[in-house]
């Protein structure tokens, strides 16, 4: 097989991947939002199958960038095209294991009534799952528009992160719920926030790979 061709199928069956995983995150993220809203335990354990899915995914991935790496030898645009992905499913990955901590979370709510509404906290599960969507379709689609508009969506969730905040001080400054459960919900805010972080940083691997250009690090360019 000549080596471009060679080349173009490992890419392919990267991005191949890269697709199941985002698919298996998003999964994760519904099913930790319905193991917290729903108090369903069946879910919460299918968060754990999930991140052992998005898990082995990274691992398949970060060898076959490392293939590529090491054996096609690729220049210029090729390179920051593979190293970007090796940046994007370590986000990813992240992004699972942050699923799999709220649903841990969920569960050690039990029947315990919620004293707060869940409304912002579900908003922010569902900016997110379009953001790491959004980050995942950029990068194989090489859509720069779409990679920079998640920066954007991502002062959305530090918005709702922060209003999260505020009601849950006033619920407590009001002792009008327990101090555990507010904490509780707090953790699982910040999870969100970091899912929105994590999500942000794919939409810059993916300018890089495109641009060349980190927005991050002017100065880091190929």
Not at 182 to 207: C, P, Q, S
Request: include cysteine.
């Amino acid at each position: 097989m000549p080596r471009r061709a060679n080349y173009e199928r490992e890419l392919q069956d990267i991005f191949d991947k890269l697709v199941l995983m985002g698919r298996s995150i998003e999964t994760a993220i519904e099913k930790c939002v319905k193991a917290l809203t729903e108090r369903d335990a069946e879910a919460a354990h299918e968060v754990f199958e999930e991140d052992k899915q998005i898990d082995r995914l990274e691992s398949e991935i970060e060898q076959s960038c490392l293939r590529l790496l090491v054996m096609e030898h690729p220049m210029a645009t090729d390179f920051r095209e593979v190293s970007a992905a090796l940046k994007v499913i370590t986000d990813l990955e992240r992004i699972g294991d942050q699923a799999r901590d709220i649903a841990e979370i969920a569960m050690q709510f039990n029947t315990e009534k919620y004293t707060k509404r869940l409304d912002n906290i579900s908003q922010m599960a569902i900016i997110v799952t379009q953001m790491v969507k959004d980050g995942v379709q950029a990068y194989i689609t090489r859509d720069l528009e779409l990679a920079r508009s998640i920066y954007e969506i991502d002062d959305k969730v530090d918005a709702l992160f922060d209003t999260v905040i505020n009601d849950l001080i006033e619920q407590m400054k009001q002792k009008s719920g327990g101090a555990k459960q507010v904490v509780r919900l707090l953790m699982i805010a910040k999870y969100f926030e970091r899912i929105g972080d994590h999500a942000t940083n794919v939409g810059e691997w993916v300018e890089y790979a495109i641009t060349g250009t980190h927005p991050k690090n002017e100065g880091m360019s190929l």
